[in-house]
């Protein structure tokens, strides 16, 4: 019979459901700001479209992954 797996959670936060909560939301999120603020850019290559929305995607996903840490270090469960 193989040892079981030790396993840690120091801060009490499940991890796994963080990431998968922020790359969903970020995607529901995100493309939606994306699309508003590129109507108001001028964007006249596609490179310069990928940029912008790489740029705006980074600054989308951090604020939407540190809200969704806060959220679980909130309402995790002892």
Not at 12 to 31: K, L, N, P, S
Not at 32 to 38: A, R
Not at 56 to 77: D, N
Request: glycine letters at 6%.
């Amino acid at each position: 019979m193989p040892e079981p797996v030790e396993t840690t959670n120091p801060d009490g936060v499940d991890y796994g459901w963080v990431m998968q909560v922020t790359f969903v939301t970020t995607i529901i999120v995100g493309a939606p700001i994306v699309t508003l603020l590129s109507t108001t850019a001028d964007l006249p290559t596609w490179g310069a479209r990928a940029e912008f929305a790489v740029r705006v995607g980074a600054v989308v996903w951090l604020v939407v992954a540190l809200s969704v840490f806060a959220y679980a270090k909130r309402h995790q469960s002892d």
